[in-house]
């Protein structure tokens, strides 16, 4: 059975920082790994995907890397905003089963 | 808007009463997700569609919740005789399933569930 971590579960930082956020899993055969960004009492909003082929997507100032062998992947934020204030989801889909998510990393970027 | 839409986006009722949510999925697309998200938790999986079928249920779906998605189209989640526990924000989402080897899902806004 799929399970996935993040670490850690609240982070805060000055504006400006870049910064890493950190998701496992423990079924290394998974189809895609997906972010999503959560603001408070809303719903999800997918940020990147990237395919288990892959090794890492970038959209803007945010790039997520994938490492299937060591179940890892990383969400880095450059130059961060007051706006990029929200909590972070990754979740894991391995072929026809449902996404499995993490409990999210609450981000405060700080003014 | 071409996103996933739900309705309502709030609902308050008193426990033992049933309540009815309905997702509309993005137009192309023939999977449909539910999942059920509590506070401090990530979106946990319900049930989800490809096209009217339902293919798959969690052992989270007790007898008292009842899916639908009738031609394909929107989807319905029906909880009957509510419990305190059934508090939670109820995420719908679509993806384009098996005719995208992707298969990234979109999320509606949710619909939360306050049980009085």
């Known amino acids: 059975k799929q399970e996935v971590t993040q670490i850690p579960a609240a982070l805060s930082v000055p504006e400006g920082e870049n910064l890493v956020l950190n998701c496992s899993f423990t079924?290394?055969?998974?189809?895609?790994l997906q972010w999503f960004r959560q603001d408070p009492g809303k719903g999800l909003t997918s940020l990147l995907l990237i395919q288990s082929s892959q090794r890492e997507q970038t959209s803007g100032r945010l790039n997520a890397s994938l490492d299937k062998s060591s179940g890892r992947s990383t969400l880095y934020i450059a130059a961060s905003q007051p706006g990029d204030s929200a909590t972070y989801l990754c979740?894991?889909?391995?072929?026809?089963?449902?996404?499995?998510f993490g409990k999210g990393t609450r981000l405060s970027v700080i003014a | 808007d071409t996103g996933v839409s739900q309705n309502p986006r709030h609902k308050i009722t008193k426990r033992g009463q049933n309540v009815t949510f309905r997702c509309d999925p993005i137009s192309e697309h023939n999977r449909l997700y539910w999942y059920r998200q509590t506070l401090g938790q990530g979106p946990e999986f319900l049930t989800y569609?490809?096209?009217?079928?339902?293919?798959?249920k969690s052992r989270l779906l007790s007898d008292r919740f009842s899916a639908e998605r009738p031609k394909g189209s929107f989807s319905t989640l029906e909880i009957q005789r509510t419990e305190q526990g059934d508090s939670a924000m109820y995420l719908c989402?679509?993806?384009?399933?098996?005719?995208?080897?992707?298969?990234?899902?979109?999320f509606g806004p949710g619909t939360r569930l306050t049980v009085l």
């Open positions: 079924d290394s055969a998974i189809y895609n």
């Open positions: 979740a894991a889909l391995s072929g026809n089963t449902p996404l499995v």
């Open positions: 569609f490809q096209n009217e079928a339902q293919l798959e």
């Open positions: 989402a679509s993806s384009l399933g098996s005719l995208s080897r992707y298969n990234e899902q979109f």
